[in-house]
Structure formats: structure tokens, C-alpha cells
């Protein structure tokens, strides 16, 4: 028999790999010892500096061919300015101290900027500066840290998965095979008790029947058990008792007494409730990896996005879905969006943000010609690109789910968590009590009583209501037209006090927006000029003013600015263009009316006139603001406030009307609520409210025909779903309260298995069974409350 790794204290399977006399499961065990014992990972990184000598002090090579650009261009994720992103599928990653090391790259390799694991894909995805490592050197360091990146044809592929771990079906099968062959042995011994026969041949044979049990155990003892055993160790080494160490003690006391029975002919054991138990508990977990699979909240961009992208056709713009984008078709990108997929640009100078990437917000200057990579952000101009690559769905979720963007931790899984650790140590004493009294009152009784405990007591139930009825949600609200980044999102919903909504674009509809010219009168030419200048503009007022003139927009443009909220800049065919608000072109004389925006324009520094907008409210505006009386509502809009006497009449009394906001003046109005203890909604378009949105408790972001993807919201909702927003509201209350029920199903379990095990009434096959019991009974808990709820809610009153 093999021992267990020094460090991590897993069973070694394979090669044992030794160490100052200690010896490890791999060779990443070896490398955190040898760190820990450094004591600084720089240390080691200088002791280890030389990236391309192996272990044993050779020359590798292997790598190489990372190098070349055909094969560094297929791998990678990311490469611009200096910086790369790439992925590697790491297959013998298997413990914490494999995520740990693995996460720790940067502290040991200065090159390398940040890693994080994806440890259910075995996946890990580096950030380095190219520029001082190359490919090949990278991933020959992270091979002789332990962990060998596999590349091969199918890792070139972007579009297949990486390979699952199926350990845990072959690890059922043979606890599957065991079982059936464990009962089959052991039924002479269920006739020979029940029914009071003695026969002759059975006893001779029993010896046999047993051992024979014995054998057919081990492989489930020692192989099917195992990520209970390993789970548990870890949590005792890091001196934290989870939910597994109850379970390893159940069939460790189970094992070891069925052995001494044998040994000694007192019984025939519990091999067969062992097998079964094993079973049991690994069929209970397969179906929760299926579930979990089955409600994977790393969505594809058809799940998330209502947005579209700008395609060109022959010149003229269409919006399509991004669902529909294809290699080799021509995309219209604009001020502040993002770039959905890899592209060359065709025309226009691009200025590239790739801070969504990276993390470091500056701007990289592009040609025609240039490759720009998918979750950029344009600066500047309007810029043509060709798509090379079609949409990688997990690439743009992972830019939504970034760091960066991340709001406090749930504070649900924070509870859940807390309580299953401390549940876990009250199942502990209760078993202990529970083994000194009936050692007192009938011995016999103990193994009995104590692996009943062990096995009916474990909270799988209690942490898996909380994701399920939240996921489920959290699909359901897709269905709908509301898009939520993650679970936590509809845990924040639940907590709202103050619901900020933007004007332009949120509460208005920029497509039936009416748009009236007032002043001097405009040639087809001064058109041209101002059309040439908001097409590079996301704003809903340019939108709505671009499709308004009907002119061509082939002039040429240099030295396009906009500053948000305020208005736009830039050299049109030799002329001085601006389009804005009336302070930003300094115009004196002032008409303010009733229901209407206004944005002035001026050539070569001489104010012509004005676009008059009229605005409409969305359909039922009225009646939602009615639905949201729990709530203090407040508009915030960077126009003036020639609409206020309106808007005072359909919002409620006590609600807050502010105009005249820059972006940064919307943000310091929700960090003001926030330090007065609210917990605040922010409903804008994404754009001129990105930090708005960011600072909220919850940001939403409202979408129509344009590229409005702005990762700092937490949820991207259609326009035509704005009507739903108390809805949306109301189920994110019932959502909690459905968690806290099915927390209650899951006590209510253990209380009463608890009850019968302590008494001495519970055997520890019914225990078996019924564990896994409760957690399908909290799944279909969690799916039938969450779509009756779905089936109760009003959407089509409207």
C-alpha cells in the first residue's frame, strides 16, 4: 500500500515523489513544502529563476513551439500592449495546494501579472507580460513547479470543452458492482436469521462468504471513499471541521468493526450497509453534479445578451443579434462600446481600452490593419471592423464576472456556510454523548447508533437549497427578459430601499423620440458634418438624431471627443463641428419647454440652432411608478429640467427630481444614499451611468438596438421588459423567503433523523437512503415553488 502525500495528505496512486525524507503525491505538493520552508515566494522564484532547466538540471526544449507566432496565436486569449492571456488545461491539478500555488503565480514569477483556477475544468487562466516571458518559458515554469500544462490538437480548438473528470462515475460503478455482489454473499446469512434455519452447508461456507465480503470491500473502501477521507483531512489539517469529516468517521467505524467481527466470528459485518452507503451517497452526488451542471450560470452570450451589434450591409447599418455574427462580416463600432468578438480593423484609427481585459485602463492606438481582440473598448471614432473569430461565449462572461467589477460577497452562502460548520461540530458532540450513553445502556447498540448519526446528520441539503431556488430564479428572470449576472444579484434585490432611474434612454424611448430642428437653416452639407460627427456616438439623443438625417456620413473625421453627458467635438472635413448641451457650447439665450430635450450645435465655433427633442415616456411609466410605492424612487438626468413640472406629476410626492447631473455627479448622489444606509437600484443605459451603476447595490442596465454591454451592471434588461420591474422586485422577495423555507425542510430532516438515530431506532441503511432523500427533496422544493411562482405572476396585465 502506497502512503499518503506529506502535505496535502492524499493517498499517492501514482509515482511517489520523495523530498527530505518525506514523501509527496506530486510534484506540486513538493513545491508549496519547499516554499513554505522558503518562507517567501520570491525566494524561491530566485532560487528556481531559470525557467528553462528541468527539475534534474537539463536543457528542455519542449515547449518551444509556443513560440511560433501560427501556434501563439491559436493558444492564447488575449495579446495586445504587451500583455497576453492564455488558458491551460492543467489535468493533474487535484487539491488546495494545487489551486493555491497555482493562484499564487504572480507572488513567485514577477512576470506573470495574475492566474486564477478553475478547478472543476482543471483550467488555468495567466495574464503575463509577454514582452519579458515568452509563452514557452511560461509554460515551462509552471511544468517545473509540478503542474504540466497539456496542449495538444483539441486544446487549439476553442469551441470543445475541456476534459471532465469522470472519477466520480467510475468511483460509483465499482461501489455499484461491490453492492450488488456484497448482498448477493450476505443473503445466506439474512435466510440463516430470518428464517431460524441451520443449515449445514452455510455454516461450513461461512468463513468464505465473508472473506470473500471482506475483498469485495477494500476497493470501496479504499478507492470509491476516498474524496470523503481526503476532504475531510484537509479540513482538519486547516483546522476546520466541514460537512465530510462525520461521513469519513461513519464508514471508517463501519469498516474497521465489520473487519473485527469476521476476524474474531462474532458477526458477519455491515460490509453490505458499507457498499451500500457508499452507493447511496455517490449516486446522491453524481445527481447534484447533474443538477448543478444542468443550472451552469456560465451562460452563453445568447443567454445574457438582448444586445445587438451594428452590421454593415453595403454601407448601410443593421442591427443584428450577436447570436448572429459571423466570420468575415463587416460591425460598426462606436464611442464606449465593446468589441464582441476578434476583428481587423478596416477603417478609422481605433483607440483601443482593454481595461475589462487586463485591468489596466489605458488606451492603445490602432490602425487599419491591426488585429483587435474581443472585449476592448473603443475610444474615440467610429471604427469598421472585419470579425475573424466567431463570439466566444465564456470569454465575454468571463469580463462580466470580472473581479473588478464584483460587489460584496452573498451573504447568504457566508450564513450557509457558518452554519454547516458549526451544525457539523453539534452533530460531533451529539455522537460522542450519544456513543457514552448507550455504551452504558446496551454496547451492542453503539456502531449502530453512531454511524446512524454520522451519516443522517450531514447538511448537503442545507447547502444546496440556497443555489438551487436561486438559479432557478435566476433562469426564470432570463425568461424574462432580465439577464442577472450571478445569483448574489437577486439576494441584493431583496434588500432595496431607493430605485434611481436615469432619464434619456430608461424612462423615455429613444425610437419613437420626435426630433425638430429650430435656427438658422442647415444645408444638406452642414448635415452631412453633423451626421459624420453622432455616428460615433452611443447617447440615445445621437441615435435618435442620426437616423433623423437623411445624409450620407462618409466624411472624414479627426480628433473626435466625448465627454460624457455633455456632448461631442471634432474636425469634420476641415470643420470645427460640436454637438451638445447649451452649456457645453456656451449659449447664452435659453428656451426651455415643457417634455423636451434640446441639443445645440455648432460649425467653426458659430452656434446654428437647436434639435428639439420631444420625448415619450414608456408605455405604463405611470402605473409601474405606482406598483413601486414601497420604494423612494429618484431621477437622475444630465439634461435640464425643462421636464420637471411633468415628471412631478407621475412620480409619487415624496420622489426626488435632480437635473442638470454629469456622470460623476450620479455618483456621488448614490455613494450620499449609501452612507445613509440605503440600498440603492440604479436603472440607466449603461453608458453615461457606468459608475453610477457600479457604485449601486444593484446596477441595471437598459438595452434596445445598440451595443449598451457595460460590465459594471449587474443585470442587462430589455427595453421591452421595463414594464416588469416590480415584478422582478416581488419575486426577488419570494425568492428569499423560498431559501428560508427550504432551509427549514433541511433542518426538519436532521431533527427527526437525529431523533431516531439517538434512540437507537434508526439503521444505518435507512440513514443511507434517506440522506440522499432530503436533498432531492429540497431540488424538487426549489424547482416546483420557483415555478409556481413564475405561473402566479402577473406578466401579461400590462
Given amino acids: ?97 494545487c489551486v493555491w500555488l497555482l493562484e499564487s503565480l504572480n507572488t513567485i514569477n514577477p512576470n506573470i501579472i495574475s492566474s486564477n483556477v478553475n478547478f472543476t475544468q482543471k483550467t488555468v487562466q495567466i495574464t503575463y507580460k509577454d514582452a519579458n516571458l515568452k509563452l514557452g518559458d511560461l509554460a515551462r515554469f509552471i511544468t517545473n513547479l509540478g503542474y504540466k500544462p497539456s496542449i495538444n490538437l483539441k486544446s487549439l480548438d476553442k469551441k470543445k470543452k475541456s476534459k471532465v473528470d469522470r472519477s466520480l ?60 477521507f481526503v476532504s475531510a483531512w484537509q479540513g482538519i489539517k486547516n483546522k476546520y471541521i466541514n460537512i465530510d469529516v462525520p461521513i469519513a468517521l461513519g464508514i471508517i467505524v463501519i469498516m474497521f468493526k465489520s473487519t473485527y467481527d469476521i476476524v474474531f ?177 446496551d454496547s451492542s447498540k453503539i456502531l449502530q447508533v453512531v454511524t446512524s448519526i454520522l451519516i443522517i446528520a450531514c447538511p ?108 461631442q467635438e471634432g474636425e469634420v472635413d476641415g470643420h470645427i463641428i460640436k454637438v451638445g448641451s447649451r452649456s457645453f457650447l456656451d449659449v447664452i439665450f435659453n428656451d426651455l419647454r415643457l417634455n423636451q430635450s434640446q441639443v445645440y450645435i455648432s460649425i467653426d465655433n458659430k452656434v446654428f440652432g437647436k434639435f428639439v427633442y420631444t420625448n415619450r415616456y414608456r408605455e405604463g411609466l405611470s402605473d409601474l411608478l405606482n406598483k413601486l410605492g414601497n420604494y423612494k424612487l429618484h431621477v437622475l438626468s444630465g439634461d435640464n429640467d425643462s421636464e420637471k413640472e411633468y415628471l412631478e406629476k407621475i412620480f409619487p410626492q415624496d420622489s426626488k427630481l435632480v437635473f442638470n ?31 453610477a451603476l457600479k457604485q449601486s447595490s444593484v446596477g441595471i442596465s437598459i438595452s434596445e438596438d445598440i451595443n449598451s454591454f457595460s460590465p459594471s451592471c449587474d443585470g442587462i434588461l430589455d427595453a421591452k421588459s421595463f414594464k416588469h420591474i416590480p415584478r422582478f422586485l416581488n419575486l426577488s422577495k419570494q425568492t428569499m423567503k423560498f431559501v428560508k423555507i427550504a432551509f427549514l425542510i433541511s433542518f426538519l430532516y436532521n431533527i427527526v433523523g437525529l431523533s431516531f438515530a439517538v434512540s437507537g431506532y434508526l439503521q444505518p441503511v435507512v440513514a443511507a437512503i434517506l440522506m440522499p432523500i432530503s436533498s432531492i427533496s429540497v431540488l424538487i422544493f426549489a424547482t416546483a415553488s420557483t415555478r409556481i411562482a413564475d405561473k402566479l405572476t402577473k406578466w401579461n396585465l400590462d
Avoid at 28 to 37: A, H, R, S
Avoid at 204 to 222: D, E, I
Wanted: aromatic share 12%; charged share 25%.
Fill in 169 to 228: 462515475v467510475s468511483k460509483l460503478v465499482i461501489a455499484g458492482f461491490c453492492f450488488g455482489n456484497i448482498m448477493l454473499l450476505s443473503f445466506p446469512e439474512y435466510v440463516e436469521v430470518f428464517g431460524n434455519v441451520k443449515e449445514q452447508w452455510l455454516d461450513q461456507n461461512k468463513g468464505y462468504f465473508r472473506w470473500t465480503m471482506f475483498a469485495l470491500s477494500l476497493p470501496v473502501f479504499f478507492y470509491s471513499s476516498t474524496d470523503y
Fill in 661 to 691: 447631473q454629469s456622470p460623476s455627479d450620479k455618483l456621488d448622489y448614490i455613494k450620499l444614499l449609501e452612507t445613509k444606509g440605503k440600498k440603492v437600484m440604479m436603472i440607466g443605459d449603461g453608458l453615461n451611468d457606468a459608475g
Fill in 460 to 567: 448537503c441539503a442545507l447547502g444546496l437549497s440556497s443555489p438551487f431556488i436561486l438559479g432557478h430564479m435566476m433562469r426564470i428572470f432570463g425568461n424574462r427578459k432580465f439577464y442577472v449576472k450571478n445569483t448574489s444579484t437577486i439576494e441584493r434585490m431583496e434588500k432595496i430601499t431607493d430605485i434611481v432611474f436615469d432619464k434619456t434612454g430608461t424612462i423615455t424611448e429613444s425610437e419613437d423620440t420626435k426630433v425638430s430642428y429650430e435656427g438658422e437653416e442647415l444645408s444638406d452639407y452642414h448635415k452631412k458634418l453633423v451626421k459624420a460627427l453622432i455616428k460615433n456616438s452611443s447617447h440615445p439623443l445621437s441615435r435618435a438624431l442620426y437616423k433623423k438625417l437623411n445624409v450620407s456620413d462618409d466624411l472624414t473625421i479627426i480628433n473626435y471627443k466625448e465627454y460624457i453627458g455633455k456632448g
Fill in 1 to 97: 500500500m502506497k502512503e499518503n502525500c506529506f502535505h496535502c495528505g492524499q493517498r499517492i496512486e501514482e509515482e511517489v515523489i520523495e523530498f527530505d525524507e518525506k514523501e509527496f503525491c506530486c510534484q506540486g505538493c513538493k513545491t508549496v513544502y519547499e516554499i513554505l520552508n522558503v518562507n517567501d515566494l520570491k525566494d524561491y522564484y530566485d532560487l528556481n529563476r531559470n525557467a528553462g532547466v528541468r527539475p534534474d538540471g537539463k536543457s528542455n526544449h519542449q515547449f518551444d513551439f509556443l513560440n511560433t507566432k501560427e501556434i501563439f496565436d491559436k493558444v492564447v486569449d488575449f495579446s495586445d500592449d504587451g500583455v497576453s492571456v492564455v488558458s491551460f488545461f492543467v489535468p493533474v491539478m487535484h487539491c488546495t495546494s
Fill in 265 to 441: 466470528d462474532i458477526s458477519p459485518g455491515y460490509f453490505d450497509t458499507l457498499a451500500m452507503l457508499l452507493f447511496l451517497m455517490l449516486t446522491g452526488k453524481w445527481f447534484q453534479q447533474q443538477t448543478m451542471q444542468a443550472l451552469a450560470f456560465d451562460r452563453d452570450y445568447k443567454s445574457f445578451y438582448p444586445i445587438a451589434v451594428a452590421k454593415l450591409i453595403d454601407g448601410r447599418e443593421e442591427a443584428i443579434l450577436l447570436s448572429e455574427l459571423k466570420k468575415g462580416d463587416r460591425i460598426l463600432i462606436r464611442n464606449e462600446e465593446i468589441i464582441p468578438a476578434d476583428a481587423i480593423l478596416m477603417r478609422g484609427e481605433a483607440m483601443i481600452d482593454n481595461s475589462f481585459v487586463t485591468g489596466e485602463s489605458r488606451l492603445i492606438s490602432k490602425k487599419a490593419g491591426d488585429k483587435i481582440f474581443a472585449g476592448g473598448k473603443q475610444s474615440g471614432h467610429a471604427i469598421e471592423l472585419e470579425v475573424i473569430s466567431d463570439v466566444n461565449q465564456s470569454y465575454l462572461t468571463q469580463l462580466w464576472n470580472n473581479d473588478a467589477f464584483h460587489k460584496e460577497e452573498s451573504e447568504l452562502n457566508a450564513l450557509t456556510n457558518k452554519i454547516s460548520h458549526y451544525f457539523t461540530l453539534t452533530i460531533l458532540f451529539i455522537t460522542a454523548l450519544s456513543a457514552i450513553y448507550w455504551y452504558t445502556v
